[in-house]
């Protein structure tokens, strides 16, 4: 139906979420997001821990336009061009509205100026190249010495 399609809604007054998507397919019954990978997708386990967001935060700005959207697919181009990781129907629409909850708490708790966890995953903190930026530590921190 539509490539390099953007997308942008209001959460809230303050906040507005811009994308652009991949692909969008239609059929009678929705809409489809394709995400391109050059790479290794994320795995469907990041996916739906909610720890990779990418689909739901597309599956949830596609969701504000006339359409409904049923399915949401990385597409890994290589030889294959076979689809890694594919959340449809019920499990889509809940890991999008779980996400845009997350994103509204989390711009109130900034607006109210309270300290922001740290969603951070030990095997993806040991990898990282950042880990003197990372919030993470302080945090850790923050909680060892508020139980003292």
Known sequence: HQVEHREQIQLTEQL?????????????NGVGIVDYKTGTP????DVMSGEEIQLAFYA?????????VTQAEYLQIN??????????????ATLSEQLRQQLLSTFNDIRQQQPLPAFAYDKICDQCEME??????????????DSL
């Open 16 to 28: 507005q979420l811009k994308g652009r998507l991949d692909r969008l397919d239609t059929s009678p």
């Open 42 to 45: 994320p795995s469907k386990t």
């Open 60 to 68: 949830l700005l596609a969701q504000q336009s006339a359409h409904a």
């Open 79 to 92: 030889d294959d061009m076979a689809s890694k990781v594919v959340i449809s129907g019920e499990t889509l």
């Open 132 to 145: 003197m930026l990372c919030r993470k530590q302080m945090w850790e921190e923050q909680v060892a010495t």
